[in-house]
């Protein structure tokens, strides 16, 4: 049986996936009906200072590893075991798995090596960013018992815990 933190996590990747299948599987690009708008404010941005480099493509690669950040957190804090590698590697293997989708059933949608490539590395930068919350959670210091420096709750260092 989950544990009720392990429900939310659960129910939250849940709904993220559901989300994600309704971005991902819809018969037309979802940014159809803004990209004019985006090219706008790209080319006002572009007036302003902004480099060329920034520009629509580079927005939507963004916009791909952004997608699949909750993806890499989510799932590596689900399963701990997973931490990095299995959790990366799953992402690959759903943004695989959807731009195949993609290819073989909605024509108007375009599957893209570099799409697997932005999600993989959104599910990457997610699971990373639990994993230096962890450490930097498990590396937190205080002063018990009068010891500077003694992880909370070290048991080696409290006589009342020993």
Do not use: C
């Amino acid at each position: 049986m989950l544990r009720p933190g392990h429900r939310i996590l659960l129910s939250l990747l849940v709904l993220y996936l559901v989300a994600l299948a309704l971005v991902v599987l819809w018969p037309t690009p979802v940014d159809q009906s803004s990209g004019k708008q985006l090219s706008l404010i790209l080319g006002w941005l572009h007036e302003h200072g902004i480099p060329r480099w920034f520009n629509y493509a580079l927005v939507e690669w963004l916009s791909n590893v952004v997608m699949f950040l909750p993806l890499g957190f989510l799932v590596a804090q689900l399963f701990k075991k997973w931490r990095i590698l299995k959790t990366t590697t799953l992402g690959f293997a759903l943004s695989a798995a959807i731009e195949s989708a993609q290819l073989v059933f909605f024509a108007q949608r375009s599957a893209s090596v570099l799409d697997v490539l932005a999600n993989t590395l959104g599910t990457l930068v997610g699971a990373s960013i639990l994993v230096i919350l962890v450490f930097f959670r498990q590396k937190h210091v205080r002063v018990v018992n009068g010891v500077p420096g003694s992880l909370v709750g070290d048991s080696s260092v409290d006589p009342e815990k020993n």
